[in-house]
Structures are given as C-alpha cells and as structure tokens.
C-alpha cells in the first residue's frame, strides 16, 4: 500500500516499482452474476481448438536451412499466414505471397529463398500468436504481466520433420475460451465496422421510459445494429421494448441497467466501432501475455471492471465487487501467490499519501490524527512515518491478503462500503478492496486445523494484529479485461479507465515498418 513511489528495478521483466495506498473508500453490495467470471475461465477450450502438441523434444541448434518444405507443407503455412487477421494480426505483416511464388519458381535459387522467406514469416507469426507482438522493452511499467520467452524454430523443425505442421500451427494462440471467443467477437464487429458501423445517437436531455422524443428512432437504430431482437422501425415513444433492449446494453457496458438514456449510456452506445475492433484485438493481445495453463485454483481481478473471482478447478465459486484503482493510482496487472492473511491489520501510511493527504487534513483541522486513529512513529533516522491503528477506523479494514509483488499491492477489507454500491468503483490508489473479504479469507483457510472460521471470527472480535499463512498458497492475478463474451454470446465492452486499451495499439502500430 503505497503510491507511486518509482524506483525501477532491473532484470528482464523490468518494472517501476509502484507504491500504492490502498487508501479509504469502498463499500457493500452483493454477488454478481458469475457469467463475466465464467467468460474468463480456461477450460474447457472451445470445441475443435487444438491444445499444445507434445512434440520431438527441442534441440539446443536448429538448422532450419536443411529442411526442405513440400508443397502441401507450404500451402498449409500460406493459409495460417493468410489467416493472421483472424487473430487481430497485421495482415500485411505475414503476407505469404510473394515468398510462396518464389518457392513455386523452377529457380532453385529462387526457390531457397522463397523457403527460407516463408520459414521466417512463420517464424514471426508463432511468435506473435504465441506471446504477442510487444517486445518487452515496449511494456509499460504497470503492465507486470510479461510472456515466457518463446522461440518456435524447434517446434517448427520437429513439426515439420513429423509431418504435423497443422497440429503445432494450431496449438500456438491461447487455449482459453476467452480468446477463442474473442475472435467470433472479433469477426462480428468487423462485419459491423465493414456495413459501415453505427450512427451516433444525438445529444440532449436523458431519455427517460415513456418519453417521447425525435432522438427515440436513432437510438433504435443503434440498438438494433448489436441487439438482433430490436426492431428498427417504430414510433418516437421510448417504449417498454426499446427499455428493455437499452437495458441488455447498459449491462453489455458494465452499466446500470435502469434502461434511461443518460450520459454515460449515450456516451457507450457512441463508441465508434472501430474503437470496439480495436478494444478487442487489445484483449486478445493480452491473453497471449498469460501462461499455456492457469492454476486451476485461483483468483482473478478484472480491474477495469472491478469484479473479483475465486476459481476452484477452473470454476468460478465466488464473486464479489471490488473498488480498483482510479486513473493515475492504477492497479498494476501482475501474476503472484497469496501467501498469507492479516488479521486486524494496521495501516502503514506512505509517505507520499502522507505529505499530499494526511497530513494537510491535520493542518486544516487539528485533531484530525487523532480522531482518526493515527499515530506518528519515529523511523530512526531522525525522521518519522505515520500508521493508522488497527480499528474499526482502518484504512485496511479487518483483512489483508498479502501476495509478493513489486507495486506494493494486495486485496483487502475497508470500513467504507458505500462505493461498492456503485457501477463505477475506480476508486482507490492501487490496490483492490474486496466486498466480502471475510469470506474469502474463510474460503482460503478452509480445512486449517488452527484458523476455523470461529477462530478468525474470535481473533477479529479481540482486535489483536495477527498473521496467518495459507495451508496453501493460491494464485492472484490482477488482470485487464475490457472485452469478453459472456456464456450469452454477446461481446461485453467495459470502459477502457488507464486508456491501456489505445497505448497498446498504439505501441504494436509503432512496430509496423513504414510507421511514424
């Protein structure tokens, strides 16, 4: 808990290490409906998707140049190139053609180089399918979640010496539902954007059930472009149909659905289309960031939503709102293991939220430290630090989950619990409030002979500070999910809060040869 404190740190996966505060704000409300958390699970795949193929274990050296590609091979390579775009890929970057036509040459020369041009291609394409486009170099420093290093020449190799190039081609993108899912989603949009997307509907007052107005038919036709149970033509009554189709939108968006057409909804529906396609291929980009396999038990935050989802088996059990982190706090994307669980916790205040926050507070109206359960500890060195006492005032709540990570973040409790109330809950300085942070803290300690659920109930009750390990590690990922399909089929769009969404394209778009 601690804010924007950067100090970089080296190796590979280099990050800024990110203090945050896990600040003051959060609030109660009860389950969501688990069809987001299901739209994230990992199994099972979708039918017909190849998982990863055991293949000829790799060799330290490969000679790709004494392969020699038969034509079946290279007309089955030509159709997965020609297929890049299907996967939100540059077409243009694997074009197969013209090294397909050099290998077609009676040229022997001409025809090594077509190969050797296709191989590399190929190559380029496994890659980005794989891990993604994005060298890590490009990463942002919040963006913790980095893939494996993948080189796909001794797969390739072995792949074509066992004559199972179809196989290895079609093991290489995530095997997750999610992005199988998104690239239907992907195609359905592009058809839109290809009709020539949608017309805006025009600015005014909030449309409200029942009104009649002159905008009601343009909304109509907005609706009906992604809702096929809409019907185009009508009156310019804002009827009950046309309420309940505003109100399948507003939770497609992660909105309220209270079916009026206030700002935020118009603002929603008036999302060009391209910007959709492009949220889209930003999602599947970092599904490729994660692993071949999730841990079948875990936890998932979706922080551009800001849901929580326990999974056990690759179920989803348990799902809560969260508050997440506000634009300029963001909460990071990372992969880690909660290792443990304070109860009662104290809250160690940064210096930063400190010098900004606290202390101005207590400028403005002594006492205010005081009456808010904050003490002032001397650091040693002649300086000093402020923490907030275990209490029903903490920041922190009653639980803590701490998992290592190199932002200072966790998940935990807080004595404010209007915000989860709200559909907006971007609201903390990084890291994750959790609505029911008791239950899952029972959840995790099941089958502990120490730390029953009347044990965790009793050392709450006294007030006393107390750390308890995990019988078992579970992994946490904090991840960023602005569009998925629900088990409805239906493409759900969130807001993209950081703008993560746009500097992504953006940053693959700067790879391209030719860009600026």
């Not at 999974?311 to 997440?324: C, E, G, K, Q, Y």
């Amino acid at each position: 808990m601690t804010r924007l404190g950067r100090a970089s740190t080296a190796g590979i996966a280099t990050v800024k290490r990110v203090s945050r505060s896990c600040g003051v704000l959060a609030a109660t409300l009860s389950l969501l409906s688990l069809s987001s958390a299901l739209a994230q699970s990992q199994s099972p795949p979708v039918a017909g998707v190849a998982q990863t193929i055991p293949l000829v274990p790799a060799r330290p050296q490969v000679d790709l140049t004494s392969l020699a590609l038969r034509p079946d091979q290279v007309e089955v390579l030509g159709q997965a190139l020609k297929g890049a775009d299907a996967h939100g890929l540059a077409p243009e970057a694997f074009a197969p053609d013209k090294a397909i036509g050099l290998y077609q040459s009676e040229d022997a020369a001409a025809r090594a180089r077509g190969q050797a041009q296709l191989i590399d291609l190929t190559l380029a394409y496994a890659r980005a399918i794989r891990v993604g486009r994005l060298p890590i170099s490009a990463f942002m420093p919040e963006w913790g979640l980095r893939p494996e290093a993948y080189d796909p020449a001794p797969d390739f190799a072995a792949a074509v010496q066992q004559d199972r190039l179809a196989d290895w081609l079609a093991s290489l993108p995530p095997p997750y539902t999610g992005y199988q899912t998104l690239r239907t989603g992907l195609s359905t949009y592009r058809e839109i954007a290809a009709r020539g997307g949608w017309a805006g509907v025009p600015t005014g007052p909030s449309l409200r059930p029942g009104a009649t107005d002159t905008r009601v038919p343009a909304l109509r036709a907005r609706l009906a472009v992604e809702d096929a149970t809409v019907v185009r033509s009508g009156t310019d009554v804002f009827d009950p149909a046309l309420v309940q189709a505003v109100q399948r939108a507003q939770k497609r968006f992660g909105l309220e659905p209270d079916g009026v057409v206030g700002p935020g909804t118009l603002a929603a529906l008036n999302v060009p289309v391209e910007r959709r396609v492009d949220q889209i291929v930003a999602n599947m980009e970092r599904w490729r960031w994660l692993p071949q396999t999730l841990p079948a038990d875990r936890i998932q935050v979706n922080v551009a939503a800001a849901v929580m989802s326990v999974f056990s088996h690759d179920t989803p059990t348990l799902t809560m709102r969260a508050v997440t982190g506000r634009p300029g706090d963001e909460t990071p994307m990372l992969s880690s293991m909660i290792h443990s669980i304070v109860l009662n916790p104290p809250w160690n205040v940064p210096q930063s939220i400190a010098a900004k926050e606290v202390w101005p507070k207590e400028k403005a109206h002594p006492g205010y430290l005081a009456r808010n359960d904050f003490i002032v500890i001397p650091t040693g060195d002649g300086g000093s630090r402020l923490q907030q006492k275990a209490g029903p005032k903490a920041a922190l709540g009653q639980v803590k989950f701490d998992f290592n990570n190199p932002y200072g973040v966790y998940l935990h409790d807080t004595p404010s619990r209007s915000k989860f109330d709200s559909f907006s809950r971007l609201a903390s300085h990084g890291c994750v409030r959790l609505q029911k942070p008791i239950e899952l803290a029972k959840m995790l300690m099941a089958g502990d002979p120490v730390w029953t659920p009347e044990k965790i109930d009793q050392t709450l009750a006294s007030g006393d500070t107390v750390r308890a390990k995990l019988p078992q590690q579970i992994a946490v990922l904090l991840l960023y999910w602005t569009a998925y399909v629900t088990p409805d089929g239906q493409v759900n769009f969130r807001d993209d809060p950081y703008g993560w969404d746009r500097e992504l394209v953006q940053r693959i778009a700067a790879l391209r040869p030719g860009s600026a």
